[in-house]
């Protein structure tokens, strides 16, 4: 067997270790480094290749690096705009448009974010020209500024929290274009919009995932459907990834061939088919990391490919990583890197041994999407907990129709170019083949284990990586024979068909589970086997069902929906899909008008009768009783339209269950508080559910007053709202209550033991 050759690879290694080494500024990375290279330097004695020399070369890769690094980091944070920014200085821009917009939601309205090359600032009294990137944070007209244009901008100018741009700009009013954009960013433009106008006439997801294939444009895409997507391993066809270069250039080469186009042309037209493509899907780190990673793709394609491919893997990390060392710490580069390196390494193999017993077709279609996964598993896992189970078979079933959508969405847009009606054509076409991906979506999503929980912790990734491994090592010994091949094939119907049990999971004689479904609220009562009343939806209907389905909850009596505001309403979907429910219950404010929208079209998709939740009203289902305190009969039920008195109207539920009391408040504001402490004086409870995601805004009186040993905190990781804040926690931590919260804990299930009051989380003890 003939030895590898592992410099590339090797040298690829030490420019990854530079490029972390300049970003994170860790002088233990150094060492690390060094003692690799060391290390490195004893096992290519044994290979028979020139030691010193690649030795030399690997130390010198790694310097490079993180020399690049550190100059970038300079020249970006210690500029005229840097410094400007450190005195959040008004100032005036002229600078080119680098990036599409991308609208921002929060809690005062929509704004656009967009990155600007600036060329010259106003400031201070000074003007300075320069070369650097700045985020620009504007009103919704900057959403309509081209990409490439030139623009004078004016605002205040703050400390950006990367170390990829100089500053944040925050515009006053409108862009002033003073330049349109060049020739080839407006030819761009105009393919795009051609691509969208192929596919206008086509139902929804359709419309959206057309050019989502073709140049990652995935801005009409319905997050249900992504949602459906990231759980059947399909995401990665919503991004701008190598297999969209790929496919493109690809079928650019084949015409050229058609058109007895030889030799070196051949290369022109690819070159021409690459820089066109990074035009089309935008210039950003992330398109050109696609486009190299989808050139090494091609080498691979060719005479030797495995050996060419992997050498140009090798050049590719480096060549990537002296040009922007930022990609070290970026986890799509690393993924697009582990998906390559997994079909350049295993596939092969895996194709050869199908393909004893399969059509050699089938075999490769089978061993590319399969050693892409298992390569990217651990890493995915490490993002999102998650390891998916149906990805394989899910990309396999997908891969006859995506090159065939992807051809022809491009077909069309360039068609529509000439002749619109020839380029609606091919976008119809374009458009059947997307509707067969995104039914295997639906479908797959829908099975019981689409996805299985896993840890984030070291040891569980740790324990996830040495079972890849021992995956990649067995795996030859069984595909290459039909009995086992074909076993395998069933164990992994069996495992995708039938839940596997949770030992211990829901805890037995729980009584209330907060759910971890990010920044929102999604709390479930335990109404009897398999049958839970449900208090809010969450912001995300996947997230909502995956936890219902963990606590075997088959029957909803009844859903609460405290108010209207999406992290509450948004994920009802989710509740409804595949299981009985009876009735839906809201506040009697109607604001805002588009999360009544979201409730109303969900009821009556799935034949749920919606009615306003009675004050007063004491009620037992099961084994709850609950009685509403809020809001009271009299309150508006017509508000401003933007949302804005919608917490205040929350429902507020006083729950009995088990011998156990529970004040569920939605996001009721102090002022609402005050008034439930007149109205209950010496109300204590066992558990209360902090209102408003643990907000600063309380009425700690109130609060402390009811004595609840233990407080939940439904709030998502890394909220841009500061939720929850100190001011609220410390002092119920104070009284000697428990505090848990689920971006820290996960799910939260409250128990009764005995007498005693409990909780379990998913995230450990």
Known sequence: MRTPDLRMPLLALGAWIGGLAANLVAVPLVGVAGALGLVTVVLLR???????????????????????????QHQTGHNPVSDLASQRAAVTVVATVGSDPRVLSGRFGDQVMVRLDVHRVTGRGSTFELTTPVLLIGDLAWGEVPLGATVRASGRLSPSDGSDVAGMLGANGKPETLAPPDLWWRGADALRQSLRDSVASRPA???ALVPALVDGDDTNLDAALADDFRDTGLTHLLAVSGTNLTLVVGFLLVVARWSRVRGRWLYVVGGCGIAGF???????????????????????????????????LGVAVVTLLLVQPALATSIGFALSVLATTGILVLAPGWRDDLSRWLPRWLAEAVAVPAAAQLACTPLVAAISGQVSIVAVAANLVVAPAVGPATVLGLVGGLLGLVWDPAGRLAGAAAGWCVAWIVEVAHRGASLPSAAIEWGTG?????????LCAAAALVAPHLLRRRTTGLGCALLMVV??????????????????????????????????????????????????????????????PLVVLTHFHADHVDGLAGVLDGRSVGAIETTRLQ??????????????????????????????????????LWPPADSPSVGPGDGSTANEASVVLLVEIRGMRLLLTGDVEPEGQAAL?????????DVLKLPHHGSRYQDLDFLESLQAGLVLVSVGAD???????????????????????????????????????????????
């Open 719 to 765: 909220n841009d709202y500061g939720h929850p804040s100190a001011e609220a926690l410390e002092p119920l931590a104070a009284t000697g209550a428990t505090i848990l919260r689920t971006d820290l804990d996960g799910d939260v299930v409250v128990a009764r033991r005995g007498d005693s009051v409990v909780a379990v989380t998913s995230a450990g003890p």
């Open 677 to 685: 402490a007149g109205m209950l004086p010496g109300l204590h409870v």
């Open 278 to 312: 990074v035009l089309l899907a935008r210039t950003e780190p992330s398109v050109l990391r696609a486009a190299v990673m989808g050139t090494v793709g091609l080498f691979a394609m060719g005479v030797n490919g495995r050996e060419r491919g992997f050498r140009a």
């Open 458 to 466: 070291a040891v569980s990734l740790a324990v996830l990586t040495v």
């Open 495 to 556: 495992a995708v068909v039938v839940r596997p049990p949770t030992p211990g999971w829901p805890p037995d004689g729980w009584v209330l589970a907060m759910c971890d479904i990010g920044q929102g609220d999604a709390l479930v009562l335990n109404a009897g086997p398999g049958t839970g009343i449900v208090v809010d939806a969450g912001p995300d209907p996947a997230l909502v069902d995956r936890c219902l389905s963990r606590l075997d909850v088959e029957r909803v």
């Open 205 to 207: 997801d359709q419309r």
């Open 46 to 72: 044994g290979w028979g290749l020139p030691i010193w020399r690649t030795a030399g070369a690997l130390l010198l890769v790694i310097a490079a690096v993180a020399c690049s690094g550190l100059v970038r």
């Open 591 to 628: 604001d805002p008008p588009e999360g009544v929208d979201v409730v109303t079209e969900a009821a009556r998709s799935a034949g749920v009768p919606i009615s306003t939740a009675a004050f007063g009203g004491t009620r037992t289902i099961g084994d709850v009783t609950f009685q509403v």
